[in-house]
């Protein structure tokens, strides 16, 4: 445990506390960049994978959360690492095909891939006035 004079004691073996109502809410920190056909959002949420990891888009907002859970069988000497979850929501451009979003996560990284609808091209037919 930790005592006011910033030292650690060790061997007080303890489960990491997982209420999920008294888990603080994080901000996860993204970078976005776009390349030749879509933009990519990356996103930082330790300790989430693909069970934890939700998207969803509506009206063309994307959400992104998570909720990672701590090892069933962790028991640690010493946790100052504390379990919350992540949120965040983004405006999409009015570009973004929504219907092909494309998600992968690792190690605690989500790359979603938000692809740019093909522009519409069509004849347009000229009368004689």
């Known amino acids: 445990m930790k005592n006011e004079s910033n030292e650690l004691t060790l061997g007080s073996k303890a489960p990491l506390e997982a209420r999920p109502e008294s888990r603080p809410t994080y901000r996860p920190r993204v970078d976005l960049h776009e390349d030749a056909d879509a933009y990519v959002l990356i996103a930082d949420v330790p300790g989430a994978d693909e069970t934890t990891v939700e998207l969803t888009v509506e009206k063309n907002v994307l959400k992104l959360s998570a909720r ?15 379990l919350g979850a992540y949120e965040r929501v983004f405006r999409l451009a009015e570009d973004v095909d929504t219907s092909a979003i494309d998600a992968i996560v690792q190690n605690g990284v989500v790359h979603v891939r938000l692809p740019r609808k093909k522009p519409e091209t069509r004849s347009i037919p000229v009368r004689v006035g």
Do not use: I
């Open 68 to 82: 990672p859970v701590a090892a069933a069988d962790a028991t640690y000497e010493y946790a100052e690492f504390e």
